[in-house]
Structures are given as structure tokens and as C-alpha cells.
């Protein structure tokens, strides 16, 4: 507990007594983020809040975490140093699509094979109990990786929400590694927290002095995925009669990253579905709908944290008295129906704009018209 109390104390300190000097080196520098037709910020913002983040992780990490008997953390260390140096590359001059795919391959590669923080079976998932084969567990984790890594990455959209979300996950998750006995990822868990909550003092606080970046949300992705994997693993690994064992450990870790995950694979099917490339971006995310609809970033993000939060706690309840796949159906259905419905709500927005649009046009037109034919009569009557 002292540890994880040290950690939590050392992430929070040097984060945000880092992210000002990066602020005040991006807005000398210009290296900010200018509003653009997807944005939704109007003012030119500094986007290297990352690096404080990362800086205040990796220090507290040096600390506090017992790397002597859990020597696997150095590859973690170093699958964080890969995607903070991608990140920020990002940040200040974007890269090549594939390139940066490839170092977030060689990542993913470092936590499941390095560090061997692997998914190693479907735990009741669609039937499946048997363990996968070595090698089909590594790309089953690798892609795993992967996708929660890019999900934290494309709900960095409006000020405070991929943070937030991140400090759900990660304090949820810490207690539960806390309660089982681990307690290096205890720890691990209490520094993103902290580093996180400090951000949001630069990021949802108005004014937004600084966002996270890619930089930020790769890193806060990576670690999240580690977190999770390593939950489902040492899940199995637990007494079935232990306080802390989830029978439906598979519903319960995709419930717990639901809004990121829902989201990103909701906009790539739909993307897909329309013939673009699912890596296209647009204003088609949740967050997006929300702002679009009327919430302020602040608003939005709080809706979006709430509705996370609560379907965790009804995954985490409901596994003790219903099936993970009906869990699975009701957390995903609540998500349909709630996306449906902005969507919906939105569109009539913009149609019924639109209309006052077309009626405010026509009868300037009128009005127009009028006037210039009063003038024509006052002409003739003149002649």
C-alpha cells in the first residue's frame, strides 16, 4: 500500500509540475494544434501534454515499482518508450500511416511475447473454453493490443474524455489487482490514475491550456491494454472460490473499456460500410454526436464516463446471475440505442437548421423582391 500511495503521489507531482514548462516551450515554439474542419477546439491549443504524462509515469515507475522481481516490466518500459517516441513524432510532424502501424506492432510485441502478458484462452466466449495454441495467443493479444491502443487514441477528441475514461479503467482495475495480490500492477495502475488526473487540470479546466496528443493517448492505450490482458490472465489464475474471481471474465474486460471500444469499431464498420477506408477519419464518433448535439466538451465527457461506469458496475454485478453473452447483448444494446438516438437526435438538428436556412432565404428573397418592385412603381409614378 505504501508503494502504491508513493507512486500515486510521485505520477501526480511531476506530471503536472511538468506539463507547464511543455506548454510554455510548445506556445514559444508554435508547435500547437490549429482548428481544423474536424476540430472541435477554435483556438490554436499546444498538443504535448503527453510528454508531461509520460514523464511523470516514467519517474514514478523507476521508483516505486519492484523491478527486481518482476523483471518483465523493463520490456514494458521500453514498448513505452516505442510508442511515446512515435507519439510525439506524430504530434509534431504527422507520420506515414503504415510506419506508425509497424511501431505499434513492435509494441504489441513487446508486452505479449516480451513481457508475456498473453490472452490464452476465450474463457467461455462464444463457446470456447480450451486454451489456444501458443502462437494463436500471441496474435489473439497482439491484435488485442492494438485495438485498445488505437481506441484511447481516436476518443481523444474532445478536452478531458480519452483521460477520463483512462482513469476509470485504470482505477477499477487497480483495486482489483490490489485485492489479488499484485501488487506491481497495482502500482502501475496508481501512477496512470495520477498522471492522468493531473492532465485534466491543463486539459477540461477552462481554460484548455494543453491537450495530451498522441503521445498521451498512445501511451495511456498501450498501458490500458497491458492492464486489461493481465486482468483477464490473472483472473484465471484465481481460486474459484476467491472473493475477487469473475466467472464471466470475458464480458466483464470488454464492459470495462465499452465507450472506446464500442465507438472505434462502430465508426470503422460504418466507414466500411459507406466504402471508405475505416482509417478515414470524420466527425462520426460519439463524442462528436454529443457536441453536435448541444453538450460542451465538459458535458459530453461526463456522459460518456457515466455511461462507461455504469455499465461496469452491471458487469460486474450481473456476472454472479446471468450469462456473460446476455451481459455482453444488454451492455452492447445500451450502447446501440443510445448512439441511435444522438444520431437520430442530430440529424434533426441539421435538417430543421437547414430549414430555417431555406425559410430565412426565401423570405429575404421576398423581402427583396418587394422593395425593388415598390421602386419600380415609385419610378413610373414619377415619369
Not at 77 to 97: C, Q, R, S, Y
Not at 131 to 144: A, C, H, K, Q, R
Request: charged share 15%.
Amino acid at each position: 500500500m505504501e508503494n502504491i500511495i508513493s507512486g500515486f503521489v510521485t505520477s501526480f507531482a511531476f506530471t503536472y509540475l511538468a506539463i507547464p514548462p511543455v506548454i510554455k516551450i510548445a506556445n514559444e515554439r508554435h508547435l500547437c494544434d490549429v482548428p481544423g474542419e474536424r476540430s472541435s477546439h477554435f483556438v490554436a491549443t499546444p498538443s504535448l501534454g503527453g510528454v508531461g504524462i509520460f514523464m511523470g509515469i516514467l519517474i514514478a515507475l523507476f521508483m516505486w515499482v519492484p523491478f527486481a522481481s518482476h523483471q518483465f516490466l523493463q520490456y514494458l518500459v521500453g514498448a513505452l518508450f516505442i510508442i511515446f517516441v512515435v507519439g510525439l513524432k506524430d504530434d509534431l510532424e504527422p507520420m506515414d500511416a503504415k510506419k506508425k502501424l509497424v511501431a505499434q506492432m513492435i509494441t504489441a510485441f513487446l508486452i505479449v511475447y516480451a513481457c508475456d502478458i498473453r490472452i490464452e484462452s476465450m474463457h467461455g466466449l462464444l463457446g470456447f473454453h480450451s486454451d489456444f495454441p501458443y502462437w494463436f495467443s500471441l496474435l489473439v493479444s497482439g491484435f488485442t493490443v492494438l485495438v485498445i491502443m488505437n481506441a484511447f487514441n481516436l476518443i481523444d477528441g474532445i478536452n478531458g474524455l480519452s483521460a477520463s475514461i483512462g482513469i476509470l479503467v485504470s482505477t477499477i482495475l487497480g483495486i482489483w489487482f490490489f485485492n489479488t495480490e499484485q501488487p506491481a500492477f497495482a502500482i502501475l495502475a496508481a501512477i496512470t490514475t495520477a498522471a492522468y488526473l493531473a492532465f485534466l487540470r491543463y486539459n477540461i479546466m477552462p481554460p484548455t491550456r494543453t491537450f495530451m496528443g498522441d503521445t498521451g493517448s498512445l501511451i495511456l492505450g498501450t498501458i490500458t491494454a497491458t492492464l486489461v490482458i493481465q486482468f483477464i490472465t490473472s483472473n484465471a489464475a484465481l481460486n474459484i472460490g476467491h472473493m475477487f474471481h469473475l466467472q464471466s471474465i470475458a464480458a466483464v474486460s470488454m464492459t470495462v473499456v465499452v465507450v472506446p471500444l464500442f465507438d472505434t469499431l462502430r465508426v470503422f464498420a460504418t466507414r466500411m460500410a459507406r466504402g471508405h477506408s475505416p482509417l478515414m477519419p470524420d466527425r462520426r464518433h460519439i463524442h462528436h454526436l454529443l457536441v453536435d448535439y448541444g453538450f460542451t466538451h465538459a458535458q459530453a465527457t461526463g456522459v460518456l464516463v457515466a455511461f462507461n461506469a455504469g455499465m461496469i458496475l452491471f458487469a460486474f454485478i450481473g456476472q454472479n446471475y446471468l450469462e456473460q453473452h446476455l451481459i455482453l447483448g444488454i451492455v452492447l444494446l445500451s450502447a446501440s440505442l443510445g448512439t441511435l438516438y444522438f444520431h437520430r437526435a442530430v440529424n434533426r438538428k441539421r435538417e430543421d437548421k437547414k430549414k430555417i436556412l431555406q425559410l430565412n432565404s426565401y423570405r429575404s428573397g421576398r423581402l427583396s423582391t418587394r422593395r425593388e418592385e415598390e421602386k419600380a412603381a415609385a419610378r413610373s409614378k414619377a415619369y
